[in-house]
């Protein structure tokens, strides 16, 4: 069963400090894998994406890594902020006979404190 | 722009109850979705729909109905609430092309009692 797997559940970091979320996968093929920010009580919104062909991808204090051989992923938070506390969803897009399906990680909680 | 706009925010039904859950979009996208989030697990795709008139099945579309006569709503209903729909009910909507983002509402928080 194509599997997405994020760790760790959840996180407590100081203001400031640096951090990385991890997302194994066992889709495949697929085509794109996607990082999401889920603030409480809010819908996901979209941060990055990545083709299977791209191996980095930055949005300001965010950047995600890709590594399609081990089929893992990565979200590194640099100079975290109490804004960045919230839940990171890894979404990986699978490739189907017919059209595409995505697969959703159960996310990781980011709690920043100060 | 608004966006994708859930309604109601929150609700609590009596098992057997049946209820709509209301999702706009008016960035004029042909995919719509509907998918649950259950605690410590990732989001379900219920119900999607490539356009006005179409719809299909996701994974877990058992006790659920979807209709989409406009390109702009998508409601979901629940005929007969179970206790086992107790969940967070999110709507999203997609512009064409594999890398563009879902876009999703803020969710519909539904309790079953």
């Known amino acids: 069963k194509n599997q997405v797997e994020q760790s760790p559940q959840s996180l407590i970091i100081l203001e400031g400090k640096n951090c990385t979320l991890q997302?194994?996968?066992?889709?495949?093929?697929?085509?794109?894998l996607r990082w999401y920010k889920q603030d409480t009580g809010r819908g996901p919104v979209s941060l990055t994406i990545?083709?299977?062909?791209?191996n980095t991808k930055s949005n300001g204090r965010y950047t995600a890594t890709l590594d399609a051989d081990t089929k893992q992923s990565s979200l590194h938070i640099t100079a975290s902020q109490l804004s960045d506390s919230a839940s990171y969803i890894c979404?990986?897009?699978?490739?189907?006979?017919?059209?595409?399906?995505?697969?959703f990680g159960a996310g990781t909680i980011l709690r920043v404190k100060s | 722009n608004a966006g994708v706009t859930q309604t109601p925010k929150f609700r609590i039904l009596k098992i057997g109850q049946s209820m709509t859950l209301q999702c706009t979009q008016d960035?004029?996208?042909?995919?719509m979705y509907w998918y649950r989030q259950d605690p410590g697990m990732g989001l379900k795709l219920i119900y999607y729909?490539?356009?006005?008139?179409?719809?299909d099945k996701g994974e877990v579309p058992n006790g659920y109905n979807v209709s989409r006569s406009t390109t702009e709503d998508f409601p979901l209903r629940l005929e007969l609430a179970a206790p086992s729909q107790t969940s967070v009910y999110f709507c999203?909507?997609?512009?064409?092309?594999?890398?563009?983002?879902?876009?999703f509402g803020d969710g519909t928080r539904l309790s079953i009692l």
């Open positions: 999203a909507s997609k512009g064409q092309g594999p890398n563009q983002p879902q876009h």
């Open positions: 997302c194994n996968y066992t889709v495949s093929p697929f085509s794109n």
């Open positions: 990545m083709t299977f062909s791209e």
């Open positions: 979404v990986v897009r699978e490739l189907m006979e017919y059209g595409n399906k995505l697969v």
């Open positions: 960035m004029n996208h042909n995919y």
């Open positions: 729909s490539v356009g006005a008139g179409i719809t």
